[in-house]
C-alpha cells in the first residue's frame, strides 16, 4: 500500500491493505479475515496518523514500534493460531498485534514492560469490545508463568536466543514465534515448536525488532 493509498475511501483503502498483505505473503484465509477486522488506524496516533495504511513499521510511545502490517501478518500466520488456543504476546506496544490475535484464538494475553503501553492498549481494546484480551504491565522476559502453559507464544521484540523461562510456558505441541537476533543488525524470524522429546527450530525470515529487555520500563 502507498502514501496515494491513504487518501482512498475505507473499502478502497481495505481492499489495497489486503491485496498488499497478500503480495507480501499472507495467505491464509484467516488470518486475513482477522487483518481485514482490525482497523489499523485505531492503534496509530498523531504525526503518524496518516500513514497507518501504509506498509511500513511506525514510532509509538516509550520509543517502540507498531509493526509493519505484513510482518504482523506473517507472523501470525506461522503462529497458527486456532480458535480454541490460549495465546501469550510478549510486547504489548500499541496493542495492534493483540487486536489481530483475539479473532482467531480463544484468549490472548499480552504483557509489556511499559505501563503506559499497556494502559493505552487496554482502551483501545475496551473501546473495540475486545473483551478476550487481557494486558499486563510486566517483565515479559519471564512469560507469564501464573497463566502458563499456553498453546501459542508470540514475541514481537529480538532475543538473542529463545528464551528459557518462554520455551517452558509452551504447551506440547505448541508453537512460539520469536525474532532472534542482536539487536543492531537483522535478525531471523524463527518457529519453535515443542516437542515430546525437546524442541524444533525453523527459520522464516529476516526481520527487525526493538530488543527483549529484562525489567520494567521507566516511563
Not at 26 to 39: P, Q, Y
Not at 138 to 160: C, H, K, M, N, Y
Amino acid at each position: 500500500m502507498t502514501e496515494n493509498d491513504a487518501h482512498l475511501d475505507p473499502a478502497e483503502r481495505q481492499m489495497a491493505f489486503l491485496f498488499a498483505l497478500r503480495q507480501r505473503g499472507v495467505m491464509d484465509k484467516r488470518v486475513l479475515e482477522a487483518m481485514e477486522k482490525v482497523d489499523r488506524g485505531a492503534f496509530v496516533k498523531g504525526l503518524f496518523s496518516e500513514r497507518a495504511y501504509e506498509d511500513m513499521p511506525l514510532p509509538i510511545a516509550c520509543g517502540q514500534t507498531i509493526s509493519q502490517p505484513s510482518v504482523v501478518g506473517l507472523m501470525t500466520q506461522a503462529l497458527k493460531v486456532e480458535p480454541r488456543h490460549k495465546v501469550l504476546e510478549v510486547g504489548t506496544g500499541s496493542g495492534y498485534q493483540a487486536a489481530v490475535l483475539s479473532h482467531l484464538a480463544r484468549r490472548v494475553y499480552t504483557v509489556d514492560r511499559h505501563k503506559r503501553l499497556v494502559a493505552e492498549a487496554q482502551e483501545i481494546f475496551d473501546a473495540l469490545g475486545l473483551t478476550n484480551i487481557t494486558a499486563f504491565a510486566a517483565d515479559g522476559s519471564r512469560g507469564l508463568p501464573e497463566q502458563a502453559p499456553f498453546d501459542r507464544i508470540l514475541v514481537t521484540a529480538a532475543a538473542e536466543d529463545p528464551p528459557g523461562p518462554l520455551l517452558a510456558e509452551l504447551k506440547t505441541g505448541g508453537i512460539m514465534v520469536v525474532p532472534v537476533g542482536q539487536s543492531d543488525t537483522v535478525q531471523t524470524l524463527i518457529k519453535v515448536t515443542r516437542t515430546e522429546t525437546g524442541f524444533d527450530y525453523d527459520e522464516l525470515r529476516p526481520v527487525r525488532f526493538v530488543p527483549l529487555i529484562e525489567g520494567m520500563g521507566q516511563d
